[in-house]
């Protein structure tokens, strides 16, 4: 898993189907299948930590660690520019690091938002 440190974590399986499966522990409303959900422990390193090169386009579909994942590739993004898609899921928004902190820190980094398609919005790299 991508995050913005190495470390290891937790993360609710979803025994349905694995896309909903999270880090992120949300409120029971939302996700009740949270409450008897399986565990694993996972590891988590920074996408920085690879030194990948000649990146073009990057798909972030992390159920609300959003923050997490661009933090760790910040220098990644610097040196690539790759246009970047990420799901945010409205009722499943991080307590702390909403999508609206995803947005400044990729504004901080030189992206804009351009376009949304249903719960994907692509960001580019300003000029």
Do not use: C
């Amino acid at each position: 898993a991508l995050g913005n440190e190495n470390k290891q974590e937790e993360m609710y399986i979803m025994d349905r189907r694995t896309g909903g499966s999270s880090i992120v522990k949300h409120p029971l409303r939302w996700r009740k299948w949270q409450k008897d959900a399986g565990k694993r422990t996972i590891d988590i390193r920074r996408l920085d930590n690879y030194g990948l090169t000649n990146i073009d386009f990057i798909k972030i579909d992390v159920e609300s660690y959003e923050y997490f994942v661009i933090d760790g590739a910040r220098e990644t993004l610097k040196s690539n520019s790759p246009v970047i898609m990420i799901e945010y899921l409205d009722k499943f928004q991080h307590a702390e690091y909403p999508p609206s902190k995803t947005d400044k820190l990729l504004n901080d980094l030189g992206y804009k938002k351009v376009k949304r398609f249903t719960d994907d919005y692509i960001y580019i790299k300003e000029s």
